[in-house]
């Protein structure tokens, strides 16, 4: 496959060897280029023979520069091709419970090697051929991170429902022997996956430290939307409770034998449990925090060292903030600390119950527009409201019903504020209207 270049950067090596937008892409040292990750590796080289098509004539261009140097070529997509999309049926697929009607690229199953390694996103391996391997190890693309659920290989069909998910475990202990650093995520059904085929998977993979650094165990997500789906049961205090004590019993022996835990719950166990999250030091490098394993941690460290250096005075101030059930806990802490330290804040803290996907789902990121609104309509508001970036989509700028942070603003009639939500100094930063 060729790709055709989109734009040269003005004054780059490759822009002075005469490439041009609409040149295509056909090989670089005699290896063709079918995506990013190849562009990316091949021009590493000092030394670069590449070879382009124009009007249908190929053309070479010889550039020397410096080792690992970018020579200043723009493609349409990261990919340059179609994005993989994944051939799985699982039973606990958040996708096939989305209520009908939403834009299209919401209901994309992404399952795509590339992607995982650009942005971190999670991938199954039932999408991975062999040649496919061989390429991660030969351009030792690391770290991976693989939605594994289960090591068990006939549960792991049956949980996927796709032949291959159980034979192509064995990529796992291909990439460790080669050294690929892997992020293993477990979505845990109860009385399915977890118990005794939990331990199973722990054992498995963390035989396979330190290439496997890290294991993140998160609760299904149940939405309302399950009519014909496999009938799984949430889970509750009891059996989150059990998650933990496991999980948490191989994280010391590991603690012990590694230095690190390496098996982590997601925060959602200890709010089903109505417990604290662990300590700062629990966490170690914090390598799942996208999965949601020590948000709530990370966030109340980052929060009490802004506020130890924060001023002593700060102007009066009115506002609110709409999280979910799953942050209300912590959010509401946090915001009692700042207004302990200045009278004059006044904030309200709202937890919004999920009526869009439904109550069983509790995460601040997946609350919509339409919640915002029906429920705050008559809410004391003040000045602002304070929203988790995680609301929106980062691309489109929207929350997952569409509505846009504009028109939740014009329902309400107060500015909307969406503050990152992993950012300690930046939530008190908007809490005080002052960079901190």
Known sequence: MSVVIETVEHGSVAYKKGIRPGDVLKSINGSGINDVLDYQFYITDEKLDIVILRGGRERRVHIKKPEYEDIGLVFSTYLMDEQHTCRN?????????????????????????????????????????????????????????????????????????????????????????????????????????????????????????PEVQSIAAVPVGLTAYRDGLEKIEPFNADTAKKVLDIINGYGDRFEKEYGVRLVYPADEFYVICGLDTPAYEYYGDFLQLENGVGMCTLLRHDFSEALSTAPKAVPDRKISIATGEASYKIIKHLVDMAQDKWHNLECRVYKIDNDFFGRSISVTGLICGQDLIKQLKDAELGECLLISDSMLDSENARFLDDATPPEVESALGVPVRAVPCNGGYELLSALIGEEI
Do not use: W
Not at 92 to 103: A, K, N, S, V
Not at 146 to 151: D, L, N
């Open 89 to 209: 049926k699982c039973i606990f697929c958040f996708i096939d419970q989305m209520p009908p009607g939403m834009r299209k690229s919401l209901y994309v199953k992404d399952d795509d090697e590339r992607m995982s390694f650009l942005f971190g996103n999670y991938i199954t391996l039932t999408n991975l051929r062999e040649e496919d391997i061989q390429r991660i190890i030969k351009m030792h693309i690391s770290p991976i991170n693989i939605s594994v659920h289960t090591t068990n290989p006939e549960l792991r069909v049956r949980m996927m429902k796709n032949r291959f998910a159980g034979e192509c475990l064995r990529y796992i202990d291909m990439f460790a022997a080669a050294g690929i650093k892997m992020n293993c995520q477990l979505v845990l059904c109860p009385g399915i996956n977890d118990g005794e085929e939990l331990r199973r998977t722990i054992e498995k993979l963390a035989s396979l430290y």
